[in-house]
């Protein structure tokens, strides 16, 4: 997998500023006043930082903006880069100012001088987030980056603050790894043993083959993956961090590897970005990698169900019924309306072996989600108040986008089919929410339940605060602080 780039921590020297290569940050307030490390700067390069706030630059700059001096005077530094942040700012605003130094840094060394920063943990998050390219397929050698030296006032504090931090920056790289590759090199069985090999870091991992699907009566699973010469699989992962005993939180994703919508086969325009589609399960996997690397005090449970969608002679046809593990009837209607019959199989399943505390989906389920939210947040359907109201509180805390979207009878309705208990679309109207209305369906009463609709944010065209353009990781950082405000002991 990709690798996050190296952070250190040391104590403020600063002799070491002067003869600091690559490039050097330091930070101002708004107010433009100048720590020590800040003073040193100025006096190394004849007085810019202080010329720069007499100008009013810096109180025109925007909270973690960054503003760039090329070949400093007096410094062995080719840049020093400037970044404004006050000294109390919010986690997430300290976490941004890193992200654009992240950006900045290209492959050159960074020194940054944090004495000033109050949350510099969180900072150090930002610069290994934002610090990503993915080029496993690219064949001309790079450069490999150099490290991130961070000087702060406690750099044994910081250093253990920043553990947990940059342990969940790396399930965020691995889930842009596993959503940026493409269909040929991430099959079921590649990506299958991706997560099996997750048992080093402590991770229970079992995988489920055909046989045993079949035997478990997965046949919306099972349906989905039949025009593929792909096997359809099911990845178990099970993190028990927490106190013996206690029902698991569950995490459910889509893990479509490619679809190319079946037998009601997509337009030939974007199918390349279909890769993508196993974002769910890429984001499931994330998590549970970034709470084994910092040992989360939590019992929780990922299930994806691994599948490919593929027309050929033996691939499911609209009008098709199949039967769930549930039992309930399916008549599908459309093909290209996958990823719900692959989460209503592993829905169930995580219900009736795990009965968890509480359950949550991630699916890049419809194109819907993106005409109603965009590419800005996520959609949230949910059946409990209070659970989806800490799931908000953490996807806003973490800076990752999320809006919930309503449920109700009339939509279900829309569900009714003629020849079997449902059908898997409910036509055109309010696509994004007759699909969660359909995974409702397969939520047993009592338990509470999230649907995310991430199709908009698992991979974009643009850059994001976090993240250079293509896949995000959304949603690691948010579930990291789920599990860590409502199942962790404070």
Known sequence: MTTPV???????????????????????????????????????????????????????????????????AGMAAKALDVVCLERNAKPDDARKAGAALGKAKGTDALTVLAGQVRRPADLAQGIALRAYEFTAHKTAEDKPGEGVSIMVSKPDETRTDAAPLLAVAEGVFFTRDLVAEPANHLTTTEFAARIDAMKSLGLKVTVLEEDKLEKLGMGCLLSVGLGSASPSKVAIMEWNGGTKGDAPLALIGKGVVFDTGGISLKPAAGMEDMTMDMGGAGVVAGVMRALALRKAKANVVGIVGLVENMPSERATRPGDVVTSMKGDTVEVINTDAEGRLVLSDIMWYAQETYKPAAMID???????????????????????????????????????????????????????????????????????????????????????????????????????????KGATGWGVMALNQLVAQAYEPN
């Open 6 to 72: 190296t952070i250190t921590f040391a104590d403020i020297d600063l002799d070491q500023i002067a003869l600091a290569t690559g490039r050097v940050a330091v930070f101002l307030p708004a107010d433009g006043k100048l720590d020590l490390a800040a003073r040193r700067v100025n006096r190394l390069t004849k007085g810019a930082l202080a010329r720069m706030v007499e100008s009013g630059a810096v109180e025109k700059m925007k909270s973690g903006q960054v503003s760039t001096l090329n070949w400093p």
């Open 362 to 468: 991630l699916a890049t389920l419809t194109g819907a989600i993106i005409i109603g939210l965009g590419h800005e947040k996520a959609g949230v359907f949910s059946n409990n108040d209070d659970f989806c109201k800490s799931f908000l509180k953490a996807a806003d805390t973490m800076g990752e986008g999320a809006w919930r979207m309503p449920l109700g009878q009339a939509y279900d309705d829309q569900l009714k089919s003629n020849i079997a208990d449902m059908k898997n679309v409910g036509g055109k109207p309010a696509g994004s929410i007759t699909a969660a209305q359909f995974l409702q369906r397969f939520v047993q009463d009592g338990t509470p339940w999230i649907h995310l609709d991430i199709a908009g944010v698992a991979s974009v065209k643009t850059e994001t605060a976090y993240a250079p």
